[in-house]
């Protein structure tokens, strides 16, 4: 019974995934198109860079992580949003509130992503994701601000190359970086405290739902390191 059910939430969370593949190349395309039909040509340039995010399956393929589902269809969803709608399309120039919204969410993606590269680093542990929670999610908050700092440094170099500014440099200045960096944190604080809830409850919401899939796939399954000893 739990195998039926295990293959049919597969194969659900499969389906979505290749739904998310599907609108993010067509999305992308259409983006391209438009931004050359209104000629613009740096966001139009900024679109050809789409294919690269189509290696994300085939990368995990390799890695034998190709059953982490829940895991890609979040970096679709994101890059959608944030490459697709953000960079291509120009959705938040000019428009502070989407901006804002998009590091928000970068800290609960990026910080999830820290949790998963920290239980494929570490290996199988004895009281699986639950192991040195605070080990683990040091470690994610740390993984995702690093992510943050780099994203800051990616729009100067941006705005030093191209002139174009969107860190609004030549009228907010560091004001605008600090607000990205702490919209970044308030996503990990709370992609952290959804583990934390499933640390003293057992709930799996959000972060350690798609935690818990990557560690069974990846980590269980592929019986990467050796557990343990007992936990703390």
């Known amino acids: 019974m739990k195998k039926q059910k295990d293959f049919g939430r597969l194969k659900t969370e499969r389906l979505l995934l290749r739904v998310l593949v599907a609108l993010f190349v067509l999305s992308s395309v259409f983006a391209i198109v438009y931004q050359a039909v209104n000629g ?22 390799r890695l034998g992580l190709g059953s982490c589902y829940r895991l890609m269809s979040m970096l679709y969803a994101f890059s959608l949003f944030a490459f697709t709608y953000g ?5 938040f120039t000019g428009n502070l509130i989407m901006d804002k919204v998009s590091h928000f969410l970068s800290g609960i993606v990026f910080t999830v992503f820290g949790y998963c590269l920290y239980f494929f680093l570490a ?13 683990s999610s040091s470690y994610a908050l740390c993984f ?14 941006g705005f ?20 990205d960096l702490i ?23 959000m972060t350690p739902a798609i935690v818990s899939e990557f560690y069974e796939e990846a980590v269980e399954k592929n019986k990467r390191g050796k557990p343990a000893g007992k936990e703390a």
């Not at 290996?123 to 080990?135: E, F, S, V, Y």
């Not at 174009?164 to 600090?178: A, I, K, Y």
């Not at 919209?183 to 919401?205: E, W």
Request: glycine residues 10%.
């Open 183 to 205: 919209c970044c944190l308030v996503g990990s604080v709370i992609s952290v405290a959804s583990f934390a809830l499933y640390r003293y409850t057992k709930r799996k919401l």
């Open 160 to 179: 030093i190359f191209t002139g174009h500014d969107s860190q609004n440099h030549l009228t907010t200045g560091v004001f605008d970086t600090m607000q």
């Open 40 to 61: 613009e040509t740096m966001f139009m340039m900024r679109g050809f860079l789409f294919p690269l995010f189509l290696l994300i399956v085939p990368v995990f393929r």
């Open 144 to 157: 995702s601000a690093f992510i943050g700092v780099m994203w800051e440094v990616c729009e100067f170099l």
């Open 123 to 135: 290996g199988r542990q004895p009281g699986g994701i639950r192991h040195k929670a605070l080990l």
């Open 87 to 91: 960079c291509v399309l120009g959705g």
